[in-house]
């Protein structure tokens, strides 16, 4: 069985950074896909990006793309999105999600899933 817990969930002013990550614990999942979704007061949850497990395919909604980066530290079972210029409709809770086929992170089907970390961007 696998655990995500997310952190770094913070207040934060327009225009800040905030760095999230997401542990991983029960096994090893440096063979997975890992992802990040949110979801927005009264919306329904979105992807925001993804990675393989080797990284060499990354994949980012357009409203971050420039500014959100996801990496991960093996080592550390640990993933991480670090958010750069951040805006008032990035608000949201902020879910890790893992699985063994990128395809089902990207399209919001992984097997694993966070808790989510809340994140307010205020103006």
């Known amino acids: 069985q696998v655990q995500l817990v997310e952190s770094g969930g913070r207040l934060v002013q327009a225009g800040g950074s905030l760095r999230l990550s997401c542990a991983v614990s029960g096994r090893t999942v440096s063979n997975y896909a890992m992802g990040w979704f949110r979801q927005a007061p009264g919306k329904e949850r979105e992807f925001v990006a993804s990675r393989n497990w080797s990284g060499d395919r990354t994949s980012y909604t357009d409203s971050v793309k420039g500014r959100f980066t996801i990496s991960r530290d093996n080592a550390k079972n640990t993933m991480y999105l670090q958010m750069n210029r951040l805006k008032p409709e990035d608000t949201a809770v902020y879910y890790c999600?893992?699985?063994?086929?990128?395809?089902?992170?990207?399209?919001?089907?992984?097997?694993?899933w966070g808790k989510g970390t809340l994140v307010t961007v205020s103006s």
């Open positions: 999600a893992a699985d063994a086929a990128l395809v089902f992170v990207h399209t919001g089907r992984a097997r694993y």
